[in-house]
């Protein structure tokens, strides 16, 4: 049986007609466990627009929920709120087919956009604070630079007062329901988490101007609607208060500890470190890269106070794993980190050392020299690397007295 592919009313006169990819796994390099969704939005005003359009393969998905509602040739205007082509990719083709009177981007989102697709592609700027008069409505634009790319605006719909946030707020899950208060609230806050720690952690500083113009703004935002994931209907304020502490990178009296392994040498550095951690007063998660996906250990380190990075040395390099990881981190560029290295090693021994620079680079504030045991750990190998977890421990009470995020129930 072919499902049946229909736009979903949001609002008054207002519908989402996205498209949602169940069996994606690889957001570029970002493992995306729960799919996600790719949001588009028509709004029923006089000049009826489509907010984003959706990924290239999804395109007939995105005309199907279109055609549920109205003949999409009725489409006045389309509105790219961000150019990366999860949101863009079937934009051409849809303005070929629809034929729309204009297509409305930031200043930067008509460059972008332009070098996507070339000339074929008219596109009219708009400037921040614009209004678009829609006839029975309005829309206006707030440029949000930089989250997540420069082009990035967002929309407010003033009849029903929606915004329309693009990628800011949103999250990769993909689910039969459309709102925030039809869905469990536990897997949407560590989603929530998993977005912005693997796409907006390098962002901050763009991410809190954004937050302190769209909340001095006075508008009344009665549904928020990302371009992934659910709509925000009821519980926008708590997500305004993740955004506000992790754009102000606060964190906790917690240790990410982050390891491979050739000969379990470096696992049982790993183990005790995270001994020493515990015993020290701080919180361990210790995370074996067989078994932990990067993006799941940037999820981690988001309100982490800690990173501590073992690795074996193999062919006088740190461990593929680990380096591969470790890279990962240094793009995400997380602020005040306490840490160290660790490692085992055979011959020579670089990888500790190797981490140790890489560590330096990511200015993470490191407690100690690295701890490295050659073979087989000893039982004065093990000591030290307890003893590193403990320093880590005392360097992190200081630092954030704050145990947990969110205190136990
Ligand atoms: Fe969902 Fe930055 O694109």
């Known amino acids: 049986m072919t499902q049946e592919l229909t736009g ?92 729309p009177e204009k297509v409305f981007a930031s200043q930067q989102g ?66 039969a329901e459309r709102f925030d ?28 101007k954004a937050l302190a113009k769209l909340t001095g703004s006075g508008l009344d935002f009665k549904l928020v609607a990302p371009d992934h994931g659910p709509i925000w209907r009821r519980n926008f304020p708590r997500v305004l208060e993740l955004y506000e502490r992790w754009s102000g990178s606060r ?37 074996p890269l067989e078994g932990s996906h990067r993006s799941d250990v940037a999820t981690e380190v988001l309100d982490a106070g800690a990173l501590i990075v073992g690795s074996p040395t193999m062919n006088n390099q740190i461990f593929p794993t680990v380096a591969d990881v470790m890279c990962y981190l240094q793009g995400l560029r997380p602020a005040g980190l306490i840490g160290a290295a660790f490692g085992s090693y055979g011959w020579s021994g670089e990888a500790a050392k190797l981490l140790s620079c890489m560590l330096d680079a990511m200015k993470v504030e490191q407690v100690a020299e690295p701890v490295r045991a050659k073979y087989v750990p000893s039982a004065e190998d093990l000591s030290a690397c307890r003893e590193l977890g403990a320093k880590v421990a005392r360097r992190l009470t200081e630092a954030y007295p704050v145990r947990f995020a969110t205190p136990p129930p």
């Open 110 to 175: 008509r460059a972008a956009l332009g070098e996507h697709f070339g000339a074929g592609l008219e596109v009219v700027a708009v400037s921040d604070a614009q209004a678009l008069d829609l006839g029975s409505d309005k829309l206006s634009f707030f440029e949000t630079r930089m989250c997540h790319w420069p082009d990035s605006m967002v929309s407010y719909l003033h009849g029903p007062g929606v915004l329309f946030s693009q990628d800011a707020f949103g999250m990769h899950l993909a689910s």
């Open 251 to 287: 964190r906790t009296r917690k240790a990410v500890v982050v390891y491979d392994t050739m000969w379990q040498s470096t696992r049982k550095m790993a183990e005790a470190v995270g001994d020493g951690l515990t015993a020290g007063g701080a919180t361990a998660v210790v995370m």
């Open 181 to 208: 208060d039809e869905l469990d609230a536990s897997p949407l806050e560590h989603e929530l988490a998993k977005y912005y720690a693997n796409i907006l952690m390098p962002l901050a500083a763009p991410i809190k």
């Open 8 to 99: 979903v009313k949001i609002a008054d006169r207002v519908y989402w007609v996205g498209a949602v990819d169940r069996e994606i796994r690889n957001f570029h390099g970002y493992l995306t466990s729960r799919g996600t969704t790719y949001n588009a939005f028509l709004v029923l005003a006089d000049k009826i627009t489509l907010i984003d359009t959706v990924k290239a393969p999804f395109y007939d998905e995105l005309m199907a929920r279109i055609s549920s509602v109205i003949d999409p040739a009725k489409i006045d205007y389309i509105v790219s709120n961000h150019s990366e082509m999860d949101h863009t990719g079937c934009l051409p083709r849809v303005a070929a087919a629809v034929k």
